[in-house]
Nanobody, 123 residues
Framework: QVQLTESGGGLVQAGGSLRLSCAAS????????MGWFRQAPGKEREFVAA????????KYADSVKGRFTISRDNAKNTVYLQMNSLKPEDTAVYYC????????????????WGQGTQVTVSS
């Protein structure tokens, strides 16, 4: 089992920045591919970004390319999502996600989810 704990959400004005963190614990030796998803009110959960264990490969949703950056610090078992130039349409609950193993980056979620952190962007 892998436990994921997100932090860093909050309220920000349009054009502002936030950095989300996801701390992993448990069976983190599996070199999990990890990612971020989000769910806005009344909408389905959608893929945002993913990163391999080495950090050498990343993937982004078209809606966030050029504005968001995913990274990880394996020594701290932590994945980050730096969000710049935020827009009101980025408002959602953001979820950290982890695969069981090191898979190629994909928009398909893995088995493990965090509890989510709210990001609200005001216009």
């Amino acid at each position: 089992q892998v436990q994921l704990t997100e932090s860093g959400g909050g309220l920000v004005q349009a054009g502002g920045s936030l950095r989300l963190s996801c701390a992993a614990s448990g069976r983190t030796y599996s070199r999990n591919t990890m990612g971020w998803f989000r769910q806005a009110p009344g909408k389905e959960r959608e893929f945002v970004a993913a990163i391999t264990w080495s950090g050498g490969s990343t993937k982004y949703a078209d809606s966030v390319k050029g504005r968001f950056t995913i990274s990880r610090d394996n020594a701290k078992n932590t994945v980050y999502l730096q969000m710049n130039s935020l827009k009101p349409e980025d408002t959602a609950v953001y979820y950290c996600n982890a695969h069981r193993t090191s898979v190629v980056v994909t928009i398909t979620p893995g088995d493990y989810w965090g509890q989510g952190t709210q990001v609200t962007v005001s216009s």
